[in-house]
């Protein structure tokens, strides 16, 4: 009777994992703009999820296999880096981010902090700062989805 309830779940949670790694492929496979539509949750093929905001950011800050190259390059073409940035700063303003999600932003920042610091100073923008607001907005507004999750925890008992 109880291996029947546990390998329901089980199933639940494979199928989880199935879809989270058919994602994690998508967007292995995806340019700048296919992930900024995926973000923006304008792609009819999947949904936007946690993990999928989470995959993204990873793609732009892991070192690719094959070229032994960051995603992003001093020498690459300004617009790439403008479009990078952007799709980082578009994350943080998603209503589905988590810790993690907030993690690797700050990963991306340190990772990238000399050409961000070097775009700024060539166009005069202020993408550095806008990224750490973009992190203090994060962490007050996660503060204030758990304490409404606790009010609603403790209402609903």
Not at 36 to 48: A, C, P
Not at 65 to 90: E, G, H, V
Request: aromatic content about 6%.
């Amino acid at each position: 009777m109880f291996g029947n309830l546990l390998k329901k779940n089980k199933t639940k949670d494979e199928d989880i994992d199935a879809s989270l790694q058919e994602l994690i492929l998508k967007i292995d496979k995806m340019n700048l703009t296919q992930m900024r539509s995926l973000v923006k949750d304008k792609t009819k093929e999947s949904e936007l999820s946690t993990e999928g905001l989470n995959a993204v950011l990873q793609k732009l800050i892991t070192v690719t296999d094959t070229s032994k190259k960051q995603y992003i390059n001093s020498d690459d073409m300004d617009s790439k880096k403008k479009k990078a940035f952007d799709l980082a700063l578009t994350i943080m303003a998603n209503k589905k981010i988590n810790i993690q999600t907030i993690e690797l932003v700050q990963k991306f920042i340190d990772t990238y902090e000399e050409i961000i610091n070097g775009y700024d100073k060539e166009y005069k923008d202020i993408y550095l700062s806008r990224f750490k607001d973009s992190i203090a907005n994060a962490v007050v507004m996660l503060g204030i989805v758990s304490d409404m999750e606790n009010k609603m925890n403790v209402l609903s008992e």
